[in-house]
Nanobody, 118 residues
Framework: QVQLVESGGGLVQPGGSLRLSCAAS????????MRWYRQTPGKERELVAA????????NYADSVKGRFTISKDNAKNTVYLQMNRLKPEDTAVYYC???????????WGQGTQVTVSS
């Protein structure tokens, strides 16, 4: 029923750009806050960016502020993460997360690998 499918990950050079997509289905997308997390081996999951269900208010981790942009298209049930001026430390598995009107309503995608290396 509920699905979050990430795509767009891959290998990029430092300073390059990449756009991740998360296609959602099985729930009312427009009523959910959407978030991107990332995780590397041996480290805790980190919140990268978030966008609210109402008003499109965005928040970013300090480490990506000014370089990453989160956006969504309600008509396509899709959330995006535009990543610019990528650094090797951005290398991680990136996960899409949906948070509904009730806190218990949360869903996760399977993740997409982003590798920043020369």
């Amino acid at each position: 029923q509920v699905q979050l499918v990430e795509s767009g990950g891959g290998l990029v050079q430092p300073g390059g750009s990449l756009r991740l997509s998360c296609a959602a289905s099985g729930f009312t997308f427009s009523t959910y806050a959407m978030r991107w997390y990332r995780q590397t081996p041996g480290k805790e999951r980190e919140l990268v960016a978030a966008i609210s269900s109402v008003g499109g208010v965005t928040n970013y981790a300090d480490s990506v502020k000014g370089r990453f942009t989160i956006s969504k298209d309600n008509a396509k049930n899709t959330v995006y993460l535009q990543m610019n001026r990528l650094k090797p430390e951005d290398t991680a598995v990136y996960y899409c997360n949906a948070k509904g009107p009730i806190n218990e309503w949360q869903y996760w995608g399977q993740g997409t690998q982003v590798t920043v290396s020369s």
